[in-house]
């Protein structure tokens, strides 16, 4: 078993940063990638980023990229997801999730809710215009 715990999150204004944590306990080992997830309401949850163990693979939704940076220390077990130029629209409760992955996972694999075997309980971001 995998316990993943958000922290980070907060109000903030346009044009804001935060920067959210995911603090990984447990079973972590090699080979564990993480993802971030958003789902703001009444809408579905949806990808933002993900990361390999490594560190080497990296993958952004369109609608982050550039503004937000995905990273790790996994001496720490925990997986950092920095927000810049905060919109609006990025307004939701935030979660990471990690799955772990037989080889060099793909921008599909990691993207896809039904990938992840293990999921935080969320941080909330709000974004005031």
């Known amino acids: 078993q995998v316990q993943l715990v958000e922290s980070g999150g907060g109000l903030v204004q346009a044009g804001e940063s935060l920067r959210l944590s995911c603090a990984a306990s447990?079973?972590?080992?090699?080979?564990?990638?993480t993802g971030w997830f958003r789902q703001a309401p009444g809408q579905e949850r949806e990808f933002v980023a993900g990361?390999?163990?490594?560190?080497?693979?990296?993958y952004y939704a369109d609608s982050v990229k550039g503004r937000f940076t995905i990273s790790r220390d996994n001496a720490k077990n925990t997986v950092y997801l920095q927000m810049n130029a905060l919109k609006p629209e990025d307004t939701a409760v935030y979660y990471c999730a990690a799955a772990l992955f037989r080889g060099q996972a793909t921008a599909q694999a990691m993207g896809a809710i039904p990938t992840y075997n293990y999921w935080g309980q969320g941080t909330q971001v709000t974004v005031s215009s």
């Open positions: 990361i390999s163990w490594s560190g080497s693979t990296i």
């Open positions: 447990g079973r972590t080992r090699s080979n564990y990638g």
